[in-house]
């Protein structure tokens, strides 16, 4: 099948001391770039996004300006465009990364297929054109932005996996939920792969 892999948000603001950094978020991103070096070659495509929001506004109400944030639809700022929280994690090799995708520009915005590439192409133009049967997924964080990104994905019709020793989430009680939720919409959990 064509294959296509999304790496979903592995950016310093989501991994340990960030901004709303998740346990074990380096070592996914470490994790990450030792599967490109085994996997790389097997997709047609290699997907980045990052979360990428305006400075000096709440972006729609998603970041918590004047009140604590509530975690599940406020969060402290992060991922400010052009700021060192929202570039990629160091330990991610962007190098085997063929397109990246920005998203959450003055508003929320969880999934990847909220986002648009560096080319302007929208994701589900993106895998037409490539002819995209089977989109793997990895990245940060499972019980929000892989969960979001993956339900849009499999609505799409195509087969769509996520490979869980290379995703880290918020809590472990929604992220539990989350790959429950996954598996009830047809998407495949993976843990053990190459
Ligand atoms: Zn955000």
């Known amino acids: 099948m064509v294959a296509a892999l999304f790496i979903i948000d592995v950016q310093n603001d989501f991994t340990e001391g960030g901004a709303l950094g998740v346990n074990g978020g380096a070592a996914v991103a470490?994790?990450?770039?030792?599967?490109?070096?085994?996997?790389a070659d097997h997709y047609c495509v290699v997907v980045a996004s990052r979360d990428w929001h305006d400075a000096n506004s709440d972006n729609g109400g998603h970041f918590a300006m004047?009140?604590?944030?509530?975690?599940v639809d406020t969060w402290p700022p992060h991922c400010v465009a052009g700021t060192y929280g929202a570039e990629y994690?160091?330990?991610?090799n962007t190098g085997q990364?063929?397109?990246?995708v920005r998203k959450g520009q003055g508003v929320p915005a969880y999934s990847i297929f909220e986002g648009i590439t560096d080319d302007g192409e929208s994701i589900p133009a993106m895998l037409d054109r490539l002819e995209i049967e089977r989109i793997d997924i990895v990245g940060i964080a499972t019980d929000y932005c892989v969960l979001a990104?993956?339900?849009?994905?499999?609505?799409?019709?195509?087969s769509?996996?996520?490979l869980t020793r290379l995703v880290a989430g918020v809590a472990p009680?929604?992220?539990v939920a989350a790959l429950?939720?996954?598996?009830?919409?047809?998407i495949t959990l993976v843990s053990e792969h190459d």
């Not at 004047?66 to 975690?71: G, K, L, S, T």
């Not at 994690?89 to 991610?92: F, S, V």
């Open 149 to 158: 990104s993956a339900l849009d994905a499999v609505a799409t019709g195509r």
């Open 89 to 92: 994690d160091p330990a991610l």
């Open 173 to 175: 009680e929604s992220s």
């Open 97 to 100: 990364i063929t397109m990246h």
């Open 180 to 186: 429950a939720t996954m598996q009830e919409a047809g």
């Open 160 to 162: 769509v996996r996520v």
């Open 30 to 39: 470490a994790d990450i770039t030792t599967f490109l070096w085994a996997n």
């Open 66 to 71: 004047d009140a604590e944030p509530n975690f």
